[in-house]
C-alpha cells in the first residue's frame, strides 16, 4: 500500500479532518509553516469587519464600554488560560512577545535581590537572548548560558531567574518544564517559559509545574494573524509583589483618573502597557476560540500522527536525512527538522512546488505540522515531494540558491 493509499484511510478516520474547511487555505498549498504564521480562520475577516464597520465606524469611542474593548485583553486572556494550564486570573494578552519577556525578566529581577544571573541556553530564541542583553546592559542583569544537559547543575545562588523555551524553536526538542521549576525553586530561583512553539498544539500545565511566569505568541498555532498581541502569564502568588517595569497607563490601577502618579492595576491586569490594540485582539480572539473548541488533547494527538505518518512516508520514498529533531514523537513540539547543507535551496525548491516550510541558518530545513488544518494526505504529497527533490537535484538551480531576508 502507498503512503497515498495509508493517507485515503488515515484521513477518512480523522475526527478532526472538519476543521479543515474552517479555516482559509489557497489552492494547491500543502502549508508546514503553521509554526511561523497560523492559517487565517475563515471566520477572521467577517469578525474584523464587524469590529470595523460597526464598532468603530458607528460606535466610536463608545465601543470602548459597549462593544467591551476595554475588557478584551483580559477576555482574550482567560480564554488563553486553560489551553495553558492556568487560571483565568493569571493570563493576559498584551503587546509582544519580546516585550512581555522584557517586563517579567526585570520582574523577577525585582524579587531576587542580591542575584543578577539570569540562566538560559545557547541557541534560545534570539529575542528571549536580546532582552536579556538589554537588561544586562542597564547593569540590571548578567546572562549565563549553559547547555540544556547541564542547566539543573548550573543553577547556584546568583541565579535569579532560569528562562528557556518550552519547545525549542529550530529542532522542536521539549525541556521538562515540571523538573526543570523543581530544581530552579530548590536552588532559590524563579522560572520563566516562552511558550510560543507549544501554545495550542501541545498540552502544557503551568500550575501543575508550579511555573512562575511564562510567555508566548498569537499568530502561531493560535492563528491570530501576523503581528498578533502575545499574551503573558503570573502565577497568583506573585502578582500582588509583581513590580512591572513598563508602567504605561492600562496598567495603572485607574487608568482614567489620570493621576501624576503611577499605582499598579491589581492582579494580572498590571502587566498592561500601553493602548490595547483592538483590531489585533479581535483577530486573536478567533484563532482562539477555534483551537479550545477542537481542544488541545485532540490537537496534539494528532500532531504526533501526523509527524510519524510522515517520516513513514520518507521512508517509504528511501530518502534519508539527518533528522535533529528527537526521534520520539513525545519528546518533541509539532514540527520535524533536518539538517543537509543545501536547507535552503531545498526549502525554495518545496516552495516552488506548493509545499511552505522554512528554513533555519545555518542549515535546518523545518516542517511544521498544524494539526488543526493538515491532512495525512498533505504528509503524503509533501515526503513525495521532498523526495523528488532531493532525487532530481533541482534545488541545485540558481533561483533556489539566492538568499533573501524573508523565506
Known sequence: MTPEDRACERDAADALAAYRARFTLPQGIIYLDGNS??????????????????????????????????????????????????APGEVIACDSTSVNLFKLIAAALAMRPGRKAVLSEPGNFPTDLYMIAGLEAQGLATRRLAERGRLAEALDSDVALLMLTHAHYKTGALHDMAALTRAAHEAGA??????????GALPIDLNGANADFAVGCGYKYLCGGPGAPAFAFVAERHQASLQQPLTGWFGHAAPFAFDDDYEGAPGIDRLQCGTPPVLGLAALEVGVDLIAEIGVARLYEKSQALSEFFLESLMAHDVTLEQVSPARSADRGSQLSFRHPEAYAICQALIARGVIGDFRAPDVLRLGFAPAYLSFADMAAAARHLAEVLASGEWQREEFNQRAAVT
Request: glycine content about 12%; cysteine-free.
Open 37 to 86: 504564521l497560523g492559517a487565517l480562520p475563515v471566520a477572521t475577516p467577517q469578525v474584523l469587519q464587524q469590529v470595523i464597520a460597526h464598532e468603530w465606524g458607528d460606535g466610536l469611542i463608545r465601543s470602548w464600554n459597549s462593544a467591551g474593548w476595554f475588557a478584551a485583553a483580559g477576555r482574550v486572556g482567560a480564554k488563553i488560560a486553560p489551553l495553558i494550564g492556568a
Open 190 to 199: 524563579l522560572v520563566l517559559w516562552d511558550l510560543s512553539h507549544s501554545t
